[in-house]
């Protein structure tokens, strides 16, 4: 009897564990649920993919680049003036005869660089050579209609009205027209030391102005102009060496060389190796009064820069044939918007032809891909074709552009 009670309470004791087995099992089996937060097969496996796939590259930066077009000697004799004058009916001056068929070529470019020959101020009277004044209509025709946009006035005739004839240009200039980029004369030390700087397109100038001489003429200096002549090279060498810290595309202009002659000299090349070592990317020459050769300079770090020797007049009514021949500066440049890293892109000199009638008469310029015999042979100056090609040789063919 004992035996089968015994026997009871065992088989009770197996049946009830394995119930409480059975409720365990029936307790961790996860359940399916409608709740938000449930996860669908598909939709772990669309996340595991989309955790894989790599994100496409970013398009690379487009190069930064500036169109700039830069001109010669604006030399205003007082034929130029007069002859504006008559045109707009002895009230003010019209001098849109003179450079209309150029226009283009400036106007086309993102930044244009005029050498002014001239002071330009109705402070005092026209003058003519050799102590040049100019009237304020030429500087605003430079301007607002031409499109100039930077103006150098570092040449020989920049004290020719004295040092007050200095300031009163100065004045038009920052007066008048604010936004022009002046350089190459300068009202104190303090603007001379201010280096100018102009951003195009992204691309940051500097912009640099020297002069060989002025005719003689000494800068008093009482007044506190200052202009800077190329025997001061320690002081030119810290200037282009700060520009070139502050800007990406350093510009010179230095007005050198023999007047009325094609051949470079050698101080011409020496200063301008000198000037592109120390960090010179443009070297605009003005003074021969005609063109001349251009090339690249290199450094020795392999970089290089690049100089017009001289860009010849841009209109003058001088009485030399050679004088005739000026030309328009046309390059593009390009900056690498990541490594900064400027490239001076096809150089070219573009020959333009200043013409006038007998007893010059008729101041006009011509591209010369638009001048003609039938123009050169009643030429106040006496000029042929062939002469005017043989100036045009001066200039190595890779850089030449007939347009």
């Known amino acids: 009897m004992k035996n089968k009670r015994t026997l009871i309470k065992a088989l009770s004791a197996l049946l009830c564990a394995a119930l409480l087995t059975s409720c365990t099992s029936i307790a961790d089996t996860p359940q399916e649920s409608d709740s938000e937060g449930s996860t669908t097969p598909e939709e772990t496996t669309a996340g595991s993919a989309s955790e894989t796939t790599e994100e496409a590259p970013p398009a690379p930066l487009e190069k930064l680049s500036v169109h700039l077009v830069c001109a010669g000697d604006n030399l205003i004799h007082s034929n130029i003036y007069n002859q504006a004058r008559n045109r707009a009916g002895g009230e003010g001056y019209d001098f849109s005869y003179v450079y209309e068929?150029?226009?283009?070529?400036?106007?086309?470019a993102d930044f244009a660089i005029l050498n002014q020959e001239t002071l330009v101020t109705d402070a005092y009277p026209p003058s003519n050579y050799p102590m040049f004044c100019t009237p304020q209509a030429l500087g605003d025709y430079m301007?607002?209609?031409?499109?100039?946009?930077?103006?150098?006035?570092?040449?020989?005739?920049?004290?020719?009205?004295?040092?007050?004839?200095?300031?009163?240009?100065?004045?038009?200039?920052d007066t008048e027209h604010p936004d022009i980029v002046r350089y190459g004369a300068y009202r104190s030390e303090e603007d001379m030391n201010d280096i100018r700087i102009k951003e195009v397109n992204g691309i940051t100038f500097a912009f640099l102005g020297y002069m060989e001489h002025t005719n003689g003429l000494v800068n008093p200096g009482k007044l506190g102009t200052r202009v800077i002549y190329l025997n001061?090279?320690?002081?030119?060498?810290?200037?282009?060496?700060?520009?070139?810290?502050?800007?990406?595309?350093?510009?010179?202009?230095?007005?050198?060389?023999?007047?009325?002659?094609?051949?470079?000299?050698?101080?011409?090349?020496?200063?301008?190796?000198?000037?592109?070592?120390?960090?010179?990317?443009?070297?605009?020459?003005?003074?021969?009064?005609?063109?001349?050769?251009?090339?690249?300079?290199e450094r020795e770090d392999g970089t290089r820069g690049f100089v017009y020797y001289c860009l010849g007049n841009f209109v003058s009514s001088m009485d030399v044939s050679i004088s005739m021949v000026g030309g328009i500066g046309?390059?593009?440049?390009?900056?690498?918007?990541?490594?900064?890293?400027?490239?001076?892109?096809?150089?070219?000199?573009?020959?333009?032809?200043?013409?006038?009638?007998?007893?010059?008469?008729?101041?006009?310029?011509y591209p010369y891909a638009q001048y003609t015999a039938e123009l050169a042979a009643v030429h106040g100056c006496g000029i042929s074709m062939g002469l005017l090609e043989s100036v045009i040789d001066y200039v190595p063919e890779e850089f030449l552009a007939i347009v």
């Open 330 to 365: 046309d390059l593009q440049i390009e900056m690498d918007p990541v490594t900064r890293e400027i490239t001076i892109i096809e150089p070219k000199l573009i020959p333009i032809i200043t013409h006038y009638d007998a007893g010059f008469q008729n101041v006009r310029i």
């Open 143 to 173: 301007v607002e209609v031409m499109g100039f946009d930077a103006v150098s006035m570092s040449n020989n005739h920049v004290l020719d009205q004295g040092e007050s004839g200095l300031i009163a240009s100065l004045d038009y200039w």
């Open 232 to 297: 001061e090279l320690e002081l030119i060498e810290q200037q282009i060496k700060r520009a070139r810290e502050l800007a990406d595309v350093v510009v010179v202009s230095p007005h050198f060389g023999i007047e009325v002659t094609n051949v470079v000299t050698d101080s011409q090349r020496e200063l301008s190796r000198l000037f592109v070592e120390w960090g010179a990317d443009l070297i605009i020459g003005t003074q021969p009064h005609t063109i001349q050769e251009c090339e690249w300079i």
């Open 101 to 108: 068929r150029v226009i283009p070529y400036i106007t086309d």
